[in-house]
Nanobody
């Protein structure tokens, strides 16, 4: 079992920045691939960014490429999502997710592939 707690959400103006953090506890953090998902009102949950166990492989949704950066610090058991140049369409509930895996390089794209979830942190971008 692993527990995930997100923080760093809030309200910002169009073009602003936020840094989300997801602190984990429980089993060995380095054994998990991690992902950030978001769900806007009336829309399906989507993968924003994923990172492999090693941290060397990352993947982004087309809508956030060049603006968001996912990273992890295995020593601090934390995964981050740096969000720059935020747009009103980025408004959503952002959740981090974890999946135990033997692969150090695989990234998982579907929310059904993740076993553990945080409660989420709200990001609101106003125009």
């Amino acid at each position: 079992q692993v527990q995930l707690v997100e923080s760093g959400g809030g309200q910002v103006q169009d073009g602003g920045s936020l840094r989300l953090s997801c602190a984990t506890s429980g089993r060995t953090f380095s054994g998990y691939a991690m992902g950030w998902f978001r769900q806007a009102a009336g829309k399906e949950r989507e993968l924003v960014a994923g990172v492999s166990r090693s941290g060397f492989s990352t993947r982004y949704a087309d809508s956030v490429k060049g603006r968001f950066t996912i990273s992890r610090d295995n020593a601090k058991n934390t995964v981050y999502l740096q969000m720059n140049s935020l747009k009103p369409e980025d408004t959503a509930l952002y959740s981090c997710a974890a999946r135990s895996t033997p692969s150090v390089s695989t990234i998982y794209y579907r929310h059904s592939e993740y076993a553990y979830w945080g409660q989420g942190t709200q990001v609101t971008v106003s125009s």
